[in-house]
T-cell receptor
Framework: AQKITQTQPGMFVQEKEAVTLDCTYD???????LFWYKQPSSGEMIFLIY??????QNATEGRYSLNFQKARKSANLVISASQLGDSAMYFC?????????????FGAGTTVTVRA | EAQVTQNPRYLITVTGKKLTVTCSQN?????MSWYRQDPGLGLRQIYY???????DKGDVPEGYKVSRKEKRNFPLILESPSPNQTSLYFC????????????????FGDGTRLSIL
């Protein structure tokens, strides 16, 4: 079964507007971590934001915030005030603490294109 | 500068010709891992290592080998590459044996784009 589902293959957003990228996950662990990474066209993977399953507050990092709804098993990324440099592929990933291998399970990714 | 360095960045080669992709990190991380990225599939783990001389299979290990003789290096070896191993490969590292490792992200190299003809 897919552990991470990103249902939006591609999205367009106007510059300066906010965009929400969906991510749902599947785990039976009580303790887990959720990560978002950005992959620009140059290919590197850039860490954006982390949410732990026991964190009571939604994570925020600058223009990035995570809308964490534990009961619904969703961890949506919100990018506020989009910039042209935000055009990239975005990956949601999960690490389940019951697995000592520290493996990240990734979704298929969402491509975001910011229009001027 | 803290980084994970992969080489080469790009490689085009032919079926059956052994190749090695090197990975080195300068952050004294215990944990290192290899992933491959394919369209529509995201990244999938190939092999990982929790410490020197400790390696184990990930989700898609067939056709790959790794070694961890030193803490900083974790090379990926394709003994007899085949066209279905054409992909974008990432090496990653993170803390492991420490309490603060729980919420630390994995740091990724810049990727190696491999084409097997």
């Amino acid at each position: 079964a897919q552990k991470i589902t990103q249902t939006q293959p591609g999205m367009f957003v106007q510059e300066k507007e906010a965009v929400t990228l969906d991510c749902t996950y599947d785990t039976s662990d009580q303790s887990y971590g959720l990560f978002w990474y950005k992959q620009p066209s140059s290919g590197e993977m850039i860490f954006l934001i982390y949410q732990g399953s026991y964190d009571e507050q939604n994570a925020t990092e600058g223009r990035y915030s995570l809308n964490f709804q534990k009961a619904r098993k969703s961890a949506n990324l919100v990018i506020s005030a989009s910039q042209l440099g935000d055009s990239a592929m975005y990956f949601c990933a999960m690490r389940e603490e019951s697995f000592n291998d520290y493996k990240l399970s990734f979704g298929a990714g969402t491509t975001v294109t910011v229009r001027a | 500068e803290a980084q994970v360095t992969q080489n080469p960045r790009y490689l085009i080669t032919v079926t059956g010709k052994k190749l090695t992709v090197t990975c080195s990190q300068n952050m004294n991380h215990e944990y290192m891992s290899w992933y491959r990225q394919d369209p529509g599939l995201g990244l999938r783990q190939i092999y990982y290592s929790m410490n020197v001389e400790v390696t184990d299979k990930g989700d898609v290990p067939e056709g790959y080998k790794v070694s961890r003789k030193e803490k900083r290096n974790f090379p990926l070896i394709l003994e007899s590459p085949s066209p279905n191993q054409t992909s974008l490969y990432f090496c990653a590292s993170s803390l492991y044996y420490r309490e603060e490792a729980q919420n630390q992200p994995q740091h990724f190299g810049d990727g190696t784009r491999l084409s097997i003809l």
